[in-house]
């Protein structure tokens, strides 16, 4: 079957790093994605790997280990507007393209 | 640029009707991707469209359909609508060169109310 986990709630502090995990099993892999999206909006694109290692864009980087069918997304100085939902999303590869997602791992940042 | 739009942004229907949802891609994008979002959960996809034919199918009844118009935009329908079918409706639109997994881009969603 094809799955992807995330966890469902996490709680940090303004300033701090938090990491947010992905683990994933689908029957092909061509790339995986994070998205955020606040409540009531949109996903908006935050990163995409497809090869193995690290991708940094200024506070946000990702992490991708295709052997381990896992990922990573790690949020350096955390602020208030940190606070929505991170998606994590495997690109199947084969005759069905099509993104399959997580439920999402809902990110509480407290001042 | 504009990004991708979507219309209407709310829609209240009765159980039993049916429904048009509509979708403009990003210009110089020839895919549409069409997703639902309950509450709490990650989006669930539906359709996805290329070059006006359907490239993937989510596993949604047959009551859901949708086409891809010559300019790319697209049309995602319900019919027989039921009260599980309110949810926030997404449509995103990528490049899809079909070398590499293309970024999809949303537009705002359309949230459907069912009652």
């Known amino acids: 079957g094809q799955n992807i986990d995330q966890p469902t709630e996490m709680t940090a502090t303004e300033g701090a790093i938090v990491q947010i995990n992905c683990t994933y099993q689908?029957?092909?892999?061509?790339?995986l994605f994070w998205y955020q999206q606040h409540a009531g909006e949109a996903p908006t694109f935050l990163s995409y790997?497809?090869l193995d290692g690290l991708e940094e864009k200024g506070r946000f980087s990702s992490f991708l280990s295709r052997s381990k069918g896992y990922s990573y997304l790690l949020l350096k100085e955390l602020q208030m507007k940190d606070s929505a939902s991170y998606l994590c999303?495997?690109?199947?590869?084969?005759?069905?393209?099509?993104?399959?997602w997580g439920l999402g791992t809902s990110l509480a940042v407290n001042p | 640029d504009a990004g991708v739009t979507q219309s209407p942004t709310h829609l209240i229907k009765t159980r039993g009707q049916h429904v048009t949802l509509r979708c403009s891609p990003i210009?110089?994008?020839?895919?549409v991707s069409w997703y639902q979002q309950v509450l709490g959960q990650g989006p669930q996809f539906i359709f996805q469209?290329?070059?006006?034919?359907?490239?993937g199918r989510g596993n949604f009844p047959d009551r859901f359909s949708a086409r891809q118009f010559p300019n790319y935009s697209s049309e995602l329908n319900v019919n027989a609508l039921l009260l599980g079918d309110s949810a926030l409706y997404l449509c995103?639109?990528?490049?899809?060169?079909?070398?590499?997994?293309?970024?999809?881009?949303f537009g705002p969603g359309t949230r459907l109310t069912v009652l």
């Open positions: 995103a639109s990528s490049r899809e060169t079909g070398l590499i997994a293309d970024t999809q881009y």
């Open positions: 469209y290329y070059e006006k034919e359907e490239r």
């Open positions: 999303a495997v690109h199947n590869a084969g005759n069905n393209r099509k993104l399959i």
């Open positions: 689908t029957s092909g892999f061509n790339g």
């Open positions: 790997n497809v």
């Open positions: 210009s110089g994008h020839k895919s």
